[in-house]
Antibody, heavy 120, light 108 residues
């Protein structure tokens, strides 16, 4: 059974940092690109960042480019999102999601989400 | 960036009725469109991909159609558990991936 378990969310002041983790199980982690999608409570979905299976390629939304860094440790089946220079508009539930397949960036499994609150 | 516009914003129907949800893209996405269902407090669930392919475990009352810029998700006979928010997502032009703003399907 595929499972994705996010952790690391919490409250932080503007300008602060957080690192989110996503522990994966039930599939060959290194074979799949992974993605973070966020959702402001009560609002829609926003794609944040993606990483290839090998970790060599990363992609970012313009809204987080230069502030967020996505990485993965395939030996630990874990995805990481380092978030720096956080802003109030980064407040959201952050979901990690497994890409369905190569060159098909839609998402067949999602974690339960972790809430990030940026507020003074 | 491809913009996806979903309509209606809210759809009020009764169990047993047919639901038709629309997603329009600002430019062609061919068949590179997925649909998701989200219930309160839960993560999104993949319903359809490739515009018309049901994901694993999705009941056959759900169907998808369309290509290019106009897409439809149809639920043939609504069950109580189908009342949720539905999102479309394009993946032809990535990055960035884009989602529609959602359609809320509520019980009438």
């Amino acid at each position: 059974e595929v499972q994705l378990l996010e952790s690391g969310g919490g409250s932080v002041q503007p300008g602060g940092s957080l690192r989110l983790s996503c522990a994966a199980s039930g599939f060959t982690f290194s074979s799949y690109a992974m993605t973070w999608v966020r959702q402001v409570p009560g609002k829609g979905l926003e794609w944040v960042s993606a990483i290839s299976g090998s970790g060599y390629s990363t992609y970012y939304a313009d809204s987080v480019q230069g502030r967020f860094t996505l990485s993965r440790d395939n030996s630990k089946n874990t995805l990481y999102l380092q978030m720096n220079s956080l802003r109030s508009e980064d407040t959201a539930v952050y979901y990690c999601a497994k890409n369905w397949g190569p060159s098909k960036p839609f998402y067949d499994y999602w974690g339960q989400g972790t809430l990030v609150t940026v507020s003074s | 960036e491809i913009v996806l516009t979903q309509s209606p914003g809210t759809l009020s129907l009764s169990p047993g009725e047919r639901a038709t949800l629309s997603c329009r893209a600002s430019q062609s996405v061919s068949s590179n469109l997925a649909w998701f269902q989200q219930t309160p407090g839960q993560a999104p669930r993949l319903l359809m991909y490739g515009a018309s392919n049901r994901a694993t475990g999705i009941p056959d009352r759900f169907s998808g159609s369309g290509s290019g810029t106009d897409f439809t998700l149809t639920i043939s006979r609504l069950e109580p558990e189908d009342f949720a928010v539905y999102y479309c997502q394009q993946y032809v032009d990535s990055p960035p991936i884009t989602f529609g703003q959602g359609t809320r399907l509520e019980i009438k």
